[in-house]
């Protein structure tokens, strides 16, 4: 989002598009289709003659001299994590790559004129890195949040002095950072939705801002002047503030604030105080904090592990999705560990992982032909892995899909990912062994029932299009929903999915019908469905999350069963034997003829 003129703003979404709107008329004057990902930031030069836009995968320099923008220069990120691009007083480009740090380019030219030191290039992975960059006008100042700490560092241009900042905990990371004209204050937009404005000179905060309505705010745009202020909140809603009137009048100024330096060697963070700040519940009681004490012996996992289960219940992981709509950004990963209560059974992993690759993984690069290298063979390792565990996997077509999201967003081992797949598998697809190879109808059935007694119009047009909920719902559900939703809303789906019974997730299924139904009431045809099907659907996802637990109140629990620790459970899941019988035998006789490195002639005929 970014202020082109005192009237109008620039707003990017996640289609990749970019909309024009008068804040007065809040009518749209233009739409400019720039990304096909999401896009996180916009930045305009000094002179106005050139726009930078940042995405998920690339970054591109736009002329804007003309009425109509033309594309100017990409620079594309090859699986490498990315912030927003800026524009410095001086038109200097500032870059950030997890794979190469922050530089500086000139915009004639793009000749790089200087690298920053950023110490969580080394330190930890591209995810818990730089999160934003901004510059003051007079160019003196670099500032760049930093996630991993949850702080932002401060270098000085002209010495190359850098200086560690560290937030108050309740704040979380810095999500961006907005310099006011001819000043040194700049306003941090927290990932708890404050917004502090920090002089960066005397090292205090001197305002804070906090949404009325507890939505929070999630990016701030400072029109040319800074007369005003716009804030897109974690409803999506935008609100406009007029900035000398919040400085004069605001209620909420707060006494000036001492801000922490930290030394850079000691950026590390505090297990203990991060696990019990994130976490805690805004409606608990305060408490004196006990000490925990850790074996020194122990990993840092299992450290992690260990301060979760004592400092975390499910109640009250209940209580922060029913609060934020979602789990803490640093620690998600490590609550799923927690709420699947997975083994590690290392030695289970390694030998799975060890045999020959699965023959029904062979020809996966026709059918999955990612660019990620490193990506595609942990999906090749993973779908092994369950082929081996259990036969019936190496006939499910959609186990791809669904196995994807997990390892492309998750952090940690492979193991972890291994784990989390198959916990899925065992309670939320336990029924797609038993029905295979035909769909579950038993659960789907539930899914139609469910959309039919909340939404008979739905219903009924489906039956007038000679649709079937049922089928519908299949296409959804065997792929966990990774062909409709983007990488956030399908982030925040699993945090509910992982915290609730099973049988919540047939819920979800009958009220994300319901939350796209304008979508599907405006299909005709059986392949406008299947496009829709297959295609990212722009829908509130909290606002789908709540009707789901509405719709599932009442129903009755299905258990959930944890992995057991030690050997993998093989006669956990029941199939029809007979089914897989011929196909199990030709990939026993395919497997000893790789072993002899013998090529049947019979399989390259088929």
Same mark, same amino acid.
């Given at each position: 989002?970014?202020?082109?003129?005192?009237?109008?703003?620039?707003?990017? %979404?996640?289609?990749?598009?970019?909309?024009?709107?008068?804040?007065?008329?809040?009518?749209?004057?233009?739409?400019?289709?720039?990304?096909?990902?999401?896009?996180?930031?916009?930045?305009?030069?000094? /002179?106005?003659?050139?726009?930078?836009?940042?995405?998920?995968?690339?970054?591109?320099?736009? %002329?804007?001299?003309?009425? &109509?923008?033309?594309?100017?220069?990409?620079?594309?990120?090859?699986?490498?994590?990315?912030?927003?691009?800026?524009?410095?007083?001086? !038109?200097?480009?500032?870059?950030?790559?997890?794979?190469?740090?922050?530089?500086?380019?000139?915009?004639?030219?793009?000749?790089?004129?200087?690298?920053?030191?950023?110490?969580?290039?080394?330190? &930890?992975?591209?995810?818990?890195?730089?999160?934003?960059?901004?510059?003051?006008?007079?160019?003196?100042?670099?500032?760049?949040?930093?996630?991993?700490?949850?702080?932002?560092?401060?270098?000085?241009? &002209?010495? !190359?002095?850098?200086?560690?900042?560290?937030?108050?905990?309740?704040? !979380?990371?810095?999500?961006?950072?907005?310099?006011?004209?001819?000043?040194?204050?700049?306003?941090?937009?927290?990932?708890?939705?404050?917004?502090?404005?920090?002089?960066? /000179?005397?090292?205090?905060?001197?305002?804070?801002?906090?949404?009325?309505?507890?939505?929070?705010?999630?990016?701030?745009?400072?029109?040319?002047?800074?007369?005003?202020?716009?804030?897109?909140?974690?409803?999506?809603?935008?609100?406009?503030?007029?900035?000398?009137?919040?400085?004069?009048?605001?209620?909420?100024?707060?006494?000036?604030?001492?801000?922490?330096?930290?030394?850079?060697?000691?950026?590390?963070?505090?297990?203990?105080?991060?696990?019990?700040?994130?976490?805690?519940?805004?409606?608990?009681?305060?408490?004196?904090?006990?000490?925990?004490?850790?074996?020194?012996?122990?990993?840092?996992?299992?450290?992690?592990?260990?301060?979760?289960?004592?400092?975390?219940? &499910?109640?009250?992981?209940?209580?922060?999705?029913?609060?934020?709509?979602?789990?803490?950004?640093?620690?998600?990963?490590?609550?799923?560990?927690?709420?699947?209560?997975?083994?590690?059974?290392?030695?289970?992993?390694?030998?799975?992982?060890?045999?020959?690759?699965?023959?029904?993984?062979?020809?996966?690069?026709?059918?999955?032909?990612?660019?990620?290298?490193?990506?595609?063979?942990?999906?090749?390792?993973?779908?092994?892995?369950?082929?081996?565990?259990?036969?019936?996997?190496?006939?499910?077509?959609?186990?791809?899909?669904?196995?994807?999201?997990?390892?492309?967003?998750?952090?940690?081992?492979?193991?972890?990912?291994?784990?989390?797949?198959?916990?899925?598998?065992?309670?939320?697809?336990?029924?797609?062994?038993?029905?295979?190879?035909?769909?579950?109808?038993?659960?789907?059935?539930?899914?139609?029932?469910?959309?039919?007694?909340?939404?008979?119009?739905?219903?009924?047009?489906?039956?007038?299009?000679?649709?079937?909920?049922?089928?519908?719902?299949?296409?959804?559900?065997?792929?966990?929903?990774?062909?409709?939703? /983007?990488?956030?809303?399908?982030?925040?789906?699993?945090?509910?999915?992982?915290? /609730?019974?099973?049988?919540?997730?047939?819920?979800?299924?009958?009220?994300?019908?319901?939350?796209?139904?304008?979508?599907?009431?405006?299909?005709?045809?059986?392949?406008?469905?299947?496009?829709?099907?297959?295609?990212?659907?722009?829908?509130?996802?909290?606002?789908?999350?709540?009707?789901?637990?509405?719709?599932?109140?009442?129903?009755?629990?299905?258990?959930?069963?944890?992995?057991?620790?030690?050997?993998?459970?093989?006669?956990?899941?029941?199939?029809?034997?007979?089914?897989?019988?011929?196909?199990?035998?030709?990939?026993?006789?395919?497997?000893?003829?790789?072993?002899?490195?013998?090529?049947?002639?019979?399989?390259?005929?088929?």
């Amino acid at each position: 989002m970014q202020f082109i003129s005192e009237d109008r703003l620039l707003i990017g %979404n996640e289609r990749g598009s970019m909309l024009c709107v008068n804040i007065f008329s809040k009518k749209t004057e233009f739409e400019l289709k720039a990304h096909r990902k999401n896009i996180l930031g916009i930045s305009l030069d000094p /002179t106005h003659q050139l726009a930078v836009t940042t995405s998920t995968d690339c970054v591109i320099v736009w %002329n804007t001299a003309s009425s &109509t923008w033309v594309r100017q220069k990409s620079l594309v990120a090859m699986g490498a994590g990315i912030c927003p691009a800026v524009f410095t007083e001086a !038109g200097i480009l500032l870059t950030y790559f997890s794979d190469e740090g922050i530089k500086g380019w000139k915009t004639k030219t793009y000749d790089e004129i200087f690298e920053l030191s950023d110490s969580s290039r080394t330190k &930890t992975s591209s995810k818990d890195g730089i999160t934003c960059l901004a510059t003051s006008d007079d160019g003196l100042i670099v500032v760049a949040g930093e996630a991993r700490l949850g702080g932002f560092h401060v270098w000085d241009s &002209t010495t !190359g002095r850098k200086q560690t900042f560290e937030l108050p905990p309740q704040c !979380g990371e810095v999500v961006q950072i907005e310099f006011l004209p001819r000043s040194h204050l700049g306003g941090i937009v927290c990932r708890n939705g404050d917004i502090l404005f920090v002089d960066l /000179t005397s090292q205090t905060v001197e305002l804070t801002i906090a949404d009325a309505k507890d939505m929070g705010i999630a990016s701030i745009t400072l029109s040319p002047r800074s007369k005003y202020m716009a804030g897109i909140a974690h409803d999506g809603s935008i609100r406009i503030f007029d900035l000398q009137a919040v400085f004069k009048y605001t209620q909420r100024r707060l006494e000036r604030m001492k801000m922490k330096v930290i030394h850079p060697d000691l950026v590390k963070p505090k297990l203990e105080e991060k696990l019990h700040s994130n976490l805690r519940s805004k409606t608990a009681k305060k408490a004196k904090p006990k000490l925990i004490k850790l074996d020194p012996d122990m990993s840092f996992t299992e450290a992690a592990e260990s301060l979760l289960q004592t400092l975390v219940s &499910t109640r009250r992981i209940q209580s922060i999705l029913k609060e934020t709509g979602e789990l803490p950004k640093k620690y998600r990963f490590l609550i799923w560990r927690y709420q699947l209560k997975l083994p590690s059974n290392v030695e289970s992993y390694k030998t799975l992982a060890s045999r020959a690759p699965h023959p029904s993984v062979q020809n996966l690069r026709q059918e999955y032909p990612l660019r990620d290298k490193k990506l595609f063979q942990k999906l090749q390792v993973v779908l092994s892995c369950l082929a081996h565990w259990s036969p019936v996997c190496a006939r499910f077509s959609y186990l791809p899909s669904l196995v994807f999201p997990f390892l492309h967003l998750m952090d940690g081992r492979d193991l972890d990912k291994f784990e989390v797949v198959l916990s899925f598998l065992l309670n939320w697809g336990g029924s797609w062994f038993r029905y295979f190879p035909n769909p579950p109808l038993e659960v789907l059935s539930r899914v139609s029932r469910l959309v039919e007694d909340q939404d008979p119009v739905l219903a009924r047009h489906f039956s007038v299009q000679g649709w079937r909920i049922e089928e519908a719902a299949w296409l959804l559900m065997k792929t966990a929903f990774t062909t409709v939703l /983007t990488d956030v809303a399908w982030l925040q789906l699993f945090d509910h999915v992982f915290s /609730t019974d099973p049988g919540w997730y047939e819920a979800f299924t009958a009220a994300f019908f319901i939350g796209v139904r304008s979508n599907l009431l405006a299909l005709e045809t059986t392949d406008e469905l299947d496009i829709c099907l297959s295609n990212e659907i722009h829908r509130n996802i909290s606002k789908i999350i709540h009707k789901a637990y509405r719709m599932h109140q009442g129903r009755t629990s299905q258990e959930f069963t944890a992995i057991p620790k030690g050997a993998y459970p093989q006669r956990a899941v029941r199939y029809p034997d007979l089914e897989v019988d011929s196909q199990l035998k030709e990939y026993a006789r395919i497997e000893a003829a790789m072993r002899a490195r013998v090529v049947p002639i019979e399989f390259e005929k088929r």
